[in-house]
């Protein structure tokens, strides 16, 4: 099921009590995530992500930080929203904020769902108070994204005692070069932080629905926090198991709601060289359904390469090898049946979202395969046919037998 909180009450020690934005996970417990928001305060983005997070596994408040200038305040991405976000702002005092972070960990902690640690994550106005919370707060580990005013905070980098990521934008005129020397200086040398830097884009590159987004580095930047979180607090998956059941599934069984079961609501399939797949629940179980499952060749097998597991990804290196019984639409489109044998290099990416597949994207070389089956005549085109597949698994074949220059370069001086 997708995830969807709904705002609590938070009581701070006063008596007073202020909003946040609470989503559990679908397993029902998991460790702490402190989220705090930009200066728009517990927008739409905000709530997205806590129930990304909450996907992932995390048991995630979101408190509101401007309660005392009005509650529940949340604006827009334009010009009106901008100026009235840089306002509250400058209302809040950051002692006071540090303190009400530091009651939502309480508040957090309290609450039957969690088990474990508790981190932060921090954007913009979060980013900075992500970082101080990582000074002065019971948590275990933060992440600030393209934090404004941490340079103004670095005479305390001596106090940090916990793991700590700074994702920094190139282009950020809220967080300039001077500003980000100055962060990294301030941590040369200690283990506990990591500082990405990520070149070409702008201030909010992690925001979707602003004009600044940037999906590849925004991609990146998550992954990067999802290391640090499953290192820290958790939680732990067996991505490599989690994969091998779905394959198991698709490829044993040939079972397509059980495929299906070890997906999220919203996954999507695409297999590069030939753009077929599907996004969503409905078009990857048809495209399973109707034409994958349907398409395996009888005799497929996959011998495996390697494989690397991440902390939200498992890329497997793989022989492909089946003989062209069929057709097989999602890798042949419109191709007849050949009966040729073939064997081809595969590569499959695969990115998870807590314990269900989220995306696959898989790749291998078309033109290799369309070799194999006899539809391309690789005489004076630089293609190989199974060579290719050969060569993968013994590196003693020869190479650069494709360049007509390589012999005449024998014994000439290496630059």
């Known amino acids: 099921m997708i995830v969807v909180g709904q705002y609590v009450d938070v009581t701070k020690q006063s008596g007073e009590s202020f909003a946040a934005y609470l989503s559990l996970p679908t397993q029902g417990s998991g460790p702490g995530l402190i989220l705090l928001q930009e200066i728009f305060g517990i927008n739409d983005y905000m709530r997205a992500m806590a129930d990304r997070y909450a996907e992932e596994g995390y ?3 979101v408190p509101d930080l401007f309660w005392r200038s009005g509650p529940r305040q949340e ?15 400058n209302e809040l005092v950051e002692d006071l904020v540090v303190e009400d972070i530091g009651d939502t960990v309480r508040a957090l902690r309290a609450r039957g769902e969690h088990a474990g640690g508790v981190g932060a994550i921090g954007y913009c106005l979060g980013g900075l108070f992500a970082y101080l919370s990582a000074l002065r707060l019971d948590i275990d580990c933060a992440v600030s ?16 005692k916990v793991p700590m990521v700074f994702h920094l934008a190139e282009l950020d005129k809220y967080c300039p070069d001077a500003a980000r020397n100055a962060i990294r200086a ?6 506990l932080v990591r500082i990405y830097d990520y070149a070409g884009v702008d201030h909010a590159f992690a925001t979707h ?15 990067r926090t999802l290391l640090v979180l499953r290192e820290t607090i958790g939680p732990r998956y067996d991505l490599s198991a989690l994969w091998d059941s779905h394959t198991y599934y698709e490829f044993e069984a040939r079972d397509v709601p059980a495929t299906m079961s070890t997906m999220v609501d919203e996954p999507y399939v695409n297999h590069i060289p030939t753009m077929t797949g599907g996004v969503g629940q409905e078009d990857v179980a048809r495209f399973y359904s109707h034409h994958f499952i349907p398409g395996i060749p009888e005799d497929t097998k996959m011998i495996p390469i390697s494989r690397t597991v991440g902390a939200d990804r498992v890329v497997d290196e793989m022989l492909f090898c089946f003989t062209h019984d069929r057709e097989i639409e999602w890798m042949l489109p419109g191709v007849a049946p050949t009966g040729r044998y073939v064997e081809i290099p595969l590569v499959a990416v695969v990115t998870l979202r807590g314990n269900k597949l989220y995306n696959e994207h898989i790749y291998w070389d078309q033109a290799s395969l369309l070799v194999q089956i006899g539809s391309l005549d690789p005489e004076h085109l630089p293609v190989t046919g199974v060579e290719q597949a050969k060569k993968l698994v013994d590196k003693s074949l020869p190479s650069n037998e494709l360049m007509p220059s390589w012999p005449a370069s024998k014994g000439k001086p290496v630059a």
Do not use: T
């Not at 301030?186 to 283990?191: Q, S």
């Open 186 to 191: 301030a941590f040369e040398g200690n283990d």
């Open 59 to 61: 048991v995630v408040m």
């Open 75 to 89: 604006l827009g991405y334009d010009e009106e929203g901008f100026k009235r976000g840089l306002a509250l702002r």
């Open 145 to 160: 994204y393209y934090g404004v005013g941490v340079q103004d905070a670095l005479g305390e980098a001596g106090l940090l």
């Open 209 to 223: 629905g602003r004009d600044v987004y940037d999906p590849a580095a925004a991609g990146l930047a998550y992954s």
